[in-house]
């Protein structure tokens, strides 16, 4: 055979290999609607704490696996223990008010019988007044200390001047709150003389003291509820894990002054991945949730991972943007539009544990199936 022959039956082989190649591609194409513009997504939730105050503990590295509930960060819970023991004071305070203990607040219209019973509940008066100056003075002690320390960080530029305003409106009112517990002090003082010259109790007197046990339950509750709102808090001063996942973009620091709503990292969720693969507009005509995928990760050439078509978007990724197109101007150019599709994942492949949300990806959807 010589060498023309030879090129010519190697033309036809290599024109016939382009024709089957080319035809397996048109038929491919015709079944298939296809992107490289995808991307793995998943939940990638901010970690905010609901309290603030100085970080007194770190307890997870960068990229570190942790579960749902697990201790991130730990604040430094001074003041919230303080306001703890404050509402506890004044919860004490008022049981003793109604001359009552928490388990029998109910029964304590039993203890208006008698003028002396009148004469005790004027001496509770008396406890419960000292208590609530004894209240008012450790809270005045703490306001002061809080307004020089803010003081201090105000001149050092730390703190915005709201910040420190808001200490400083606390300090006013604890002082105003010192003034008024000293105050009735001495009213209830007065009061224990007057009924201790009592001899019997009127009937006038025995609905007044029965309006008195109604306004200590009343203040009972208030106190109660204080209480549970000081734990309340005191509990936010640990910020837990809100699912499980990986941690990243760490962005706070030991000693560094937070507060609530800043984001102080992120946790990558793994239980639940799919992609989000932005199709033309003029692809979407045969395509609807359901039909298979095959995908392929640019980070793992040549494996293979499928799933499903899931639903479609409301509006197109540019009616999602900061400044989205108006095209009601005398330049307009017609641009074809893309719709992002979400791509359920088969969970099962081998290759679902390595993915890692914001990885590029080349989706095909099999308009046959």
């Given at each position: 055979?010589?060498?023309?022959?030879?090129?010519?039956v190697g033309g036809v082989l290599i024109l016939a290999i382009a024709l089957i190649f080319g035809y397996s591609e048109f038929r491919y194409l015709q079944r298939h609607e296809t992107t490289d513009d995808a991307q793995i997504d998943g939940d990638v939730n901010p970690v905010i704490p609901k309290a603030g105050g100085y970080v007194k503990a770190i307890r997870f590295q960068d990229n570190q696996f942790v579960n749902e509930g697990d201790t991130l960060i730990v604040l430094d819970d001074a003041d919230y223990r303080i306001r703890v023991a404050q509402a506890e004071a004044a919860l004490q305070s008022a049981l003793a008010s109604a001359g009552v203990t928490r388990s029998n607040v109910g029964v304590a219209s039993a203890t208006v019988e008698s003028s002396q019973a009148s004469v005790q509940t004027a001496r509770n008066q008396v406890a419960t007044a000292q208590a609530n100056v004894t209240a008012a003075q450790a809270r005045a002690r703490k306001a002061n200390q809080d307004f020089e320390r803010y003081g201090r960080l105000l001149a050092e530029k730390t703190i915005p001047q709201q910040q420190f305003d808001a200490v400083q409106a606390e300090r006013d009112a604890a002082q105003a709150q010192l003034q008024a517990a000293q105050a009735q002090l001495q009213t209830a003082q007065a009061q224990v003389n007057a009924a201790g010259t009592q001899t019997g109790v009127t009937s006038s007197q025995r609905r007044a003291s029965e309006g008195q046990i109604s306004v200590a339950q009343a203040l009972i509750k208030q106190r109660q509820t204080e209480l549970d709102m000081a734990q309340l808090q005191l509990s936010y001063t640990v910020v837990r894990a809100p699912i499980s996942g990986i941690v990243s973009k760490r962005a706070v620091q030991v000693g560094q002054l937070v507060q609530p709503g800043q984001a102080l990292c992120s946790v990558v969720g793994n239980s639940t991945l799919w992609v989000t693969a932005n199709f033309k507009e003029t692809q979407l005509q045969q395509m609807h949730p359901g039909q298979v995928v095959d995908i392929d990760v640019d980070a793992f050439e040549g494996e293979k991972l499928t799933g499903k078509v899931g639903s479609f978007a409301g509006a197109t990724g540019a009616k999602f943007a900061l400044l989205p197109p108006d095209n009601a101007t005398?330049?307009?150019?017609?641009?074809?539009?893309?719709?992002?599709?979400?791509?359920?994942?088969?969970?099962?492949?081998?290759?679902?544990?390595?993915?890692?949300p914001g990885m590029s990806a080349t989706v095909a959807v099999d308009l046959q199936k």
């Open positions: 055979m010589n060498k023309k022959t030879l090129f010519r005398g330049n307009y150019v017609k641009v074809v539009q893309r719709i992002p599709v979400r791509i359920e994942l088969d969970k099962n492949s081998p290759l679902y544990a390595k993915l890692r």
